[in-house]
């Protein structure tokens, strides 16, 4: 009986750590490698390497995320790609641009729900962890 009950101690919090990691991973859709999915795969590729459908229509290609920080001295260059991604700033001074200004496409409604700034800035925060989890 001792040795029962001494285990079964350890089975409570294990099965509790358990569902936690579980939950977590099938908690829905805002999680960045769906967002990226969702909304960048089109023109950069499923993953991230450059060769979306939109790749071949476009203009100016878009490079392969994968080598964002090896293309700048191996540092991923984190506020850049923010500001990049959302793109606000930028569009207010008419850079040549064919990538969605993402922090105009985030503030749109979703549904019902319009979102707010904080909505918008962890989607991009969100979608550029992701980016950085992919750099090789
Ligand atoms: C309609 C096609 C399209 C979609 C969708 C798109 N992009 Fe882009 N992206 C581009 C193009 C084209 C460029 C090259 C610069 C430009 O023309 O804007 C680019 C450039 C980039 C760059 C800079 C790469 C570098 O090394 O200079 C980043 C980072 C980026 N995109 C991230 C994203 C993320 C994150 C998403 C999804 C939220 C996304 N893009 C969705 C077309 C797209």
Known sequence: MTSVSKSSRWLIPSLAAAFL??????????????????????????????????????NISPQDLRQIAQRNG????????????????QSKEHFLREMPVWGEQFAQHQGDVQATEADVQAKINTIVDYLESIQH
């Open 74 to 89: 191996g540092i991923f260059p984190r506020d850049a790609v923010v500001s990049l991604v959302d793109g606000r700033e």
């Open 21 to 58: 990691v579980l939950s977590c991973a099938t908690t829905p859709a805002n999680d960045g490698e769906t967002l990226f999915a969702r909304n960048c795969a089109n023109c950069h590729g499923p993953y991230g390497e450059g060769d979306g459908h939109g790749a071949v229509v476009m």
